[in-house]
DNA sequence: GTCTATATAGTGATAGAC
DNA sequence: GTCTATCACTATATAGAC
């Protein structure tokens, strides 16, 4: 089974960048070391240093991959789905999901990422274009489904996306600490609201009364 | 000027408390070291030893002391204002803005904190009570704003205050990477529709149809 | 004078760099 | 693998309050 060194190479940064993800995410950037993420790939710190130049490097790399690839993921599931409560529940659903395999959650690394971007501007703006490319995506997909559905937006598609994914943060941010506090039907409604429909719920109340403040 | 022994204690404790949030905030927990804070609040690594037997102990406390206080702060200026718009927008700007004085931020010092919690189940466990009573106190703000106002409320308070509280932070989080990408007219919009109310803006869109998807 | 809050001066361990 | 810096933490000393 001859491999190319150009194979090896690959596999050796896919695993030095995999076993960043999982390690930054349960313990934070700061708390490893660059052995240890060595350690995790089955390589060598010399490994690191030649791929990455450094922790910080291996930092960003994992950041692009990160940016690539997470988007996807996350409005997959969205854009597959038919019925509307569904899709937003399975958007949720991934924020909230742990990952079993590893102890991390796409959460954890979401904010440990976010928060080195809010001290870093080297880090700040391709997570910034991340963050973009989600909204536009989310607000392609949230348009397309208000023209099909009949039902007009309350505001443009790319605010209501801003929205959108900022319940769906916020939410799963509480809900990592008090998950019986963060009910998934209560944020699907929150997201109904959001898009301008009424509940199909069998608890529906009293009908809206457009009163100002 | 003589002062007591409890009153020197009392000062090297709110100052080495205070130089933590600031740092912790800016830099993070681990990138901190105990002899920099120390430094900070112009004592000794020794003096931190003793109040808070280490760098760990230093971040509960700040946790206690930012727990009690900043749940008042952030709903202060709601359960003050009388304009709904404005209260709204007063939530948005709380978190949002930046400490000039000091170069951090209250967001910031949040998901420090969140991150920590979400890794550590002794930080997790005030980190949840303090959420949950800032739900609480804003659940029985909506409520009086809702009776007041004669607009019924779409959910529970209490589900309308984690969606709001979701929306803020969801949206806080977006908003720094890209502060253009995230207006706080949309955000106060967005909440207004998880209150179940129309906007009064010059741009009011056409009316809302209650159609399902 | 006694007590104790705070300061000083270290210890061993471990980090990142090369 | 080695080197240097720095970490969290501690043992001991000093100084200020009663």
Redesign the interface.
Same mark, same amino acid.
């Given at each position: 089974m001859a491999r190319t060194q150009d194979q090896r190479r690959a596999e050796t940064r896919a695993r030095l960048i995999d076993a960043a993800a999982d390690l930054f995410a +349960?313990? %934070?950037?700061?708390?490893v070391s660059a052995e240890a993420v060595a350690d995790a790939a089955d390589r060598t710190t010399g490994a690191l240093y030649n791929h990455f130049g450094g922790k910080e490097g291996l930092l960003l790399a994992l950041l692009e991959v990160w940016k690539d690839q997470t988007a996807a993921e996350l409005l997959a599931g969205f854009e597959e789905i038919t019925?509307?409560?569904d899709r937003l529940a399975a958007l949720f659903q991934a924020l909230t999901r742990t990952d079993e395999d590893r102890g991390a *959650?796409w959460?954890?690394l979401e904010?440990?990422l976010?928060?080195h971007?809010?001290?870093d501007p080297a880090i !700040?703006e391709p997570?910034?274009r991340r963050?973009?490319d989600i +909204?536009a995506r989310l607000a392609g997909g949230l348009s397309d489904?208000a023209e099909t !559905? %009949? $039902?007009?937006l +309350?505001?443009s598609p790319e605010?209501t996306a801003?929205?959108v994914?900022?319940?769906?943060? %916020?939410?799963a941010?509480?809900h +990592?600490?008090?998950p019986l506090?963060?009910?998934e039907r !209560? $944020?699907v409604? *929150?997201l109904r609201?959001?898009l301008?429909?009424?509940w199909?719920g069998p608890d529906h109340?009293?009908p809206?009364?457009?009163?100002?403040?």
């Amino acid at each position: 089974m001859a491999r190319t060194q150009d194979q090896r190479r690959a596999e050796t940064r896919a695993r030095l960048i995999d076993a960043a993800a999982d390690l930054f995410a +349960r313990k %934070g950037f700061h708390a490893v070391s660059a052995e240890a993420v060595a350690d995790a790939a089955d390589r060598t710190t010399g490994a690191l240093y030649n791929h990455f130049g450094g922790k910080e490097g291996l930092l960003l790399a994992l950041l692009e991959v990160w940016k690539d690839q997470t988007a996807a993921e996350l409005l997959a599931g969205f854009e597959e789905i038919t019925e509307l409560d569904d899709r937003l529940a399975a958007l949720f659903q991934a924020l909230t999901r742990t990952d079993e395999d590893r102890g991390a *959650s796409w959460l954890l690394l979401e904010l440990e990422l976010w928060l080195h971007g809010a001290r870093d501007p080297a880090i !700040a703006e391709p997570l910034a274009r991340r963050y973009a490319d989600i +909204r536009a995506r989310l607000a392609g997909g949230l348009s397309d489904w208000a023209e099909t !559905a %009949g $039902v007009p937006l +309350r505001r443009s598609p790319e605010r209501t996306a801003t929205a959108v994914l900022g319940v769906l943060i %916020g939410c799963a941010v509480q809900h +990592r600490l008090d998950p019986l506090a963060v009910e998934e039907r !209560a $944020v699907v409604e *929150s997201l109904r609201d959001l898009l301008g429909l009424p509940w199909d719920g069998p608890d529906h109340p009293e009908p809206l009364e457009l009163l100002d403040s």
